[in-house]
């Protein structure tokens, strides 16, 4: 193997797996809800309150959109 795809598939995916909860108010339709993982929250800077809207790219995927998010914190760039 080239060097590039060894760098490549030891890259590790992080997910957050988790289960849609349905909120069922007496005399309401049912809401549903998902949490967001607060280490996830936490690496990109998201905030309580922040405004988000997720776009709908296929049956099996969506996307978090953040239509202003602010700008990055660090003072330093990482090094590669």
């Not at 005399?27 to 809207?53: C, D, K, T, W």
């Not at 709908?56 to 953040?66: I, K, S, V, Y």
Request: aromatic share 4%; glycine share 4%; hydrophobic share 40%.
């Amino acid at each position: 193997m080239t060097r590039k795809l060894v760098m490549q598939s030891k890259k590790m995916k992080t997910s957050y797996p988790l289960r849609v909860q349905a909120i069922r108010s007496h005399g309401q339709n049912p809401r549903l809800y998902v949490s967001f993982p607060l280490a996830l929250a936490a690496a990109i800077g998201l905030e309580a309150g922040e405004e988000v809207e997720w776009e709908l790219l296929h049956r099996g995927e969506l996307h978090l959109r953040r239509p202003s998010p602010p700008p990055p914190s660090a003072k330093v760039k990482a090094r590669r």
